[in-house]
């Protein structure tokens, strides 16, 4: 079965640092999808970025990229140059396959602070 | 207007009663989902739906039951709150076709069962 594992509950970060959330999964599937979402303290989930597992090169969207390492199943969310608005919740989430018919699940998240 | 909207967002139940959590969207999108939030476990599903014709239990259903009354509107019902279903629902929807299917959320419910 599908599974995604974030091991850092929480996590607290300079301003301006760069920070790396963790990101693990576990799946049997060739074809899948890795997703982050932030989730700001008003509760909304916001997309973040995508990975698919046949991309060869690491996806980046402004000052989050994904450090993705197939063989060892990771996909790290690098934020660069830390603001204090990216204090938040962060999901890594998975689609297990490229179907539309297939579900995305959620690790438990990453509670990030910035420090001013 | 929001994409994807959910009403109410916030409820306070009794125990016992019934309550329907409604979502609508205007993304035109096929598939729709409603989630759990709960404290260090993430988002779980509950159930989906991927046409009007087409509901799926998820991995946490009991309790629950839904309804798909239109392409747009998915609502998800406790038909006797307990007080371990106090949790933030989010309901999601996704294309059929695109990049990489990613969701829209909705802004969320906050249910409280007291």
């Known amino acids: 079965a599908q599974k995604i594992t974030q091991t850092q509950p929480g996590m607290f970060v300079q301003e301006k640092e760069a920070v790396t959330l963790d990101c693990t999964y576990d799946t049997s599937d060739q074809s899948y999808g890795l997703f982050w979402y932030k989730q700001p303290s008003s509760g909304e989930m916001i997309f973040l970025i995508y990975q698919g597992s046949y991309d060869e090169q690491n996806a980046t969207e402004g000052r989050y990229s994904l450090n993705f390492q197939k063989a060892r199943k990771s996909a790290n969310l690098v934020i660069s140059a830390s603001q204090l608005g990216d204090s938040a919740m962060y999901f890594c989430a998975m689609r297990e396959g490229y179907s539309s018919a297939s579900k995305i699940i959620f690790g438990s998240g990453t509670r990030l602070s910035i420090r001013p | ?114």
């Open chain 2, 1 to 114: 207007d929001a994409d994807v909207t959910q009403t109410p967002r916030n409820r306070i139940t009794k125990t016992g009663k019934r309550i329907m959590l409604e979502c609508s969207q205007t993304k035109g999108h096929d598939r729709m989902y409603w989630y759990r939030q709960d404290p260090g476990l993430g988002l779980r599903l509950i159930y989906y739906s991927f046409d009007v014709k087409d509901i799926n239990k998820g991995e946490i259903s009991d309790g629950y039951s839904v309804s798909r009354q239109a392409q747009a509107k998915f609502s998800l019902s406790l038909e006797s709150a307990i007080p371990n279903q106090t949790a933030l629902y989010f309901c999601a929807t996704s294309a059929r076709t695109g990049t990489h299917y990613g969701y829209t959320f909705g802004s969320g419910t906050r249910l409280t069962v007291v």
